[in-house]
Structure formats: C-alpha cells, structure tokens
C-alpha cells in the first residue's frame, strides 16, 4: 500500500486549514492509500511551527509520495518538505490528481 504523506500550507489560514487537510486525507484514505496527516501528527494548534515541522519531516521521510495540496506555494513548510521529498526519491503528486 501506498503511503502518503499530505503537505499543504497552514500557518495564516483559517483553522489552520485543518478542515483542507482532514478532508484530503479522508478522500485519500478511501481510496486505499495509507495517509499521514501532519494535523494528526500535531494536532495542538499552539505548538510551535519548529516542533510541527521537525516532528512532520520524520514522518514524511517514512513514506512513498508527497501529495501537494492547492496553495502549497504559500507554505515555508511545504516547500522544505517537497525539496526533501525531491532529494531523498520520494514521489512528488499534486493531490488533487491522485486517484485510485
């Protein structure tokens, strides 16, 4: 089974766009992908963004795709995690475009 890890832009959003990543991770998950959500990695939204980020990139590097939400480009965060995911080979997805 595929495992993939949901990278996406949080800090300034509303909700710390969990409802955005609860809802690809339930979508990917029914689609039987094994799905690591880094709101579920850190659920506490007043955990600092080093912690988050330290704790999400060890997860991201146990899995086989990293899956780009829309406005990925606004995110500090998500853009360490696809240059990560680039350099140590793993597959690099827009999410929106991942099916069965």
Not at 61 to 73: F, R, S, V, Y
Request: hydrophobic share 50%; glycine share 6%.
């Amino acid at each position: 089974m595929t495992r993939i890890y949901i990278s996406g832009a949080m800090t300034g959003k509303p909700d710390l766009n969990f409802p955005l990543f609860n809802a690809e991770a339930a979508r990917l998950r029914s689609l039987g992908y094994d799905v690591v959500n880094p709101v579920e990695i850190c659920p506490d939204p007043t955990a600092t963004w080093h912690d988050c980020l330290k704790a999400d990139i060890k997860a991201l590097l146990d899995c086989d795709a990293l899956a780009l939400l829309d406005g990925w480009m606004d995110s500090q965060g998500a853009h360490l995690e696809l240059n990560i995911a680039h350099r140590v080979g793993i597959l690099i997805l827009m999410a929106a475009e991942v099916t069965a």
